[in-house]
């Protein structure tokens, strides 16, 4: 069956952010996009698999580091009116030309974030550079899974708006973390991209759509759940913390039909096809004898103090849950 055939793939640690996807999430999300890459490609990418895995959170640790950070993850589109993506311009020049650079970066830059990323990654390919290649793929990778999760498209991020907070951890933590075992991960090959501005707004647009079921269908199921059966506590890195229980927690994911797991499908398929295009856009460089020689000792330094800091546990910006 597919899940015995991926099974030692997906042994990654239930290591939990609170930020976007949950550590969980994001690091099996980047470790099976390498899987969509054509045999030209693969070769490197699955060499450094761990390496993409373990590096798909550094932009969320970026954030207790990072003032300038947490906008690149979301894009509060409902702040822009009933039909944002017919008011909000594509191009970031435009767009600041119509709000301003400190009003976008107040709601939001994932689409342009995801462009300035992919155009790091497709001159990293073009130098040949092992380090920088894997340092934008792994955040390439972060910000295009933060762009499939509803509840970065809203200013109602973690419901605290509707009366329903902690629900932005609970969809994309808790649930993949219960179920996403059980998910069917095959999405094919990755596609050239001609587009990347296009797509990142695409991508955006679509995860939109879903918002008002990942609110709605909550809210439904709380009247009805009864109250002493929503929680429950367990330890976790020493605490005690509450969550969601695994009844409450089924009968959303059973809600939401599919959801999580068409989220994260589109999100592995589309990691790798901007990885490729950035290949692609770079020349289709020799990637056969390139290795990855490891961190410099300023690299190192800069992801130890970033460590520290999210160890902390202080978020700089907008906190997600």
Request: no cysteine; net charge neutral.
């Amino acid at each position: 069956m597919l899940k015995n055939k991926y099974l030692l793939l997906l042994l990654i640690p239930s290591l939990i952010i609170l930020g976007s996807w949950g550590f969980f999430a994001h690091q099996r999300i980047n470790r099976l996009a390498v899987f969509t890459l054509p045999d030209n490609l693969i070769g490197f990418y699955k060499s450094n698999i761990n390496y993409i895995s373990e590096h798909a959170v550094d932009a969320d640790k970026r954030r207790y580091a990072d003032s300038l950070e947490a906008p690149r993850h979301y894009l509060d589109a409902d702040h822009y009116g009933v039909s944002p993506f017919d008011s909000i311009p594509k191009k970031w020049n435009d767009a600041v030309a119509k709000y301003s650079e400190d009003s976008l970066n107040a709601y939001g830059i994932v689409p342009w974030q995801i462009q300035r990323t992919y155009f790091k990654l497709v001159k990293a390919f073009t130098l040949r550079d092992s380090a920088l290649i894997l340092k934008y793929s792994a955040d390439l990778g972060h910000y295009v899974g933060d762009a499939h999760v509803p509840l970065h498209t809203t200013e109602n991020y973690n419901g605290q708006l509707t009366k329903q907070v902690g629900i932005h951890a609970f969809w994309e933590s808790r649930l993949p973390e219960l179920f996403s075992d059980n998910y069917d991960y095959f999405v094919g090959r990755a596609k050239y991209i001609d587009n990347p501005l296009n797509e990142a707004w695409k991508i955006v647009q679509n995860t939109y759509t879903k918002l008002d079921s990942t609110l709605v269908l909550e809210r439904e199921l709380n009247k009805t759940f009864p109250t002493d059966r929503k929680y429950t506590f367990s330890e976790r890195n020493n605490k005690v913390i509450k969550e969601y229980s695994v009844d409450y927690s089924t009968a959303y994911h059973k809600a939401l039909n599919g959801m999580v797991e068409k989220q994260m499908r589109s999100a592995i398929f589309e990691i790798g096809s901007f990885w490729y295009s950035a290949w692609v856009d770079a020349g289709q460089p020799n990637m056969k004898n390139l290795v990855y020689k490891g961190q410099t000792a300023a690299e190192k330094k800069a992801i130890d103090e970033e460590e520290k800091l999210y160890l902390k546990g202080r978020v700089m910006g907008r906190p997600e849950n």
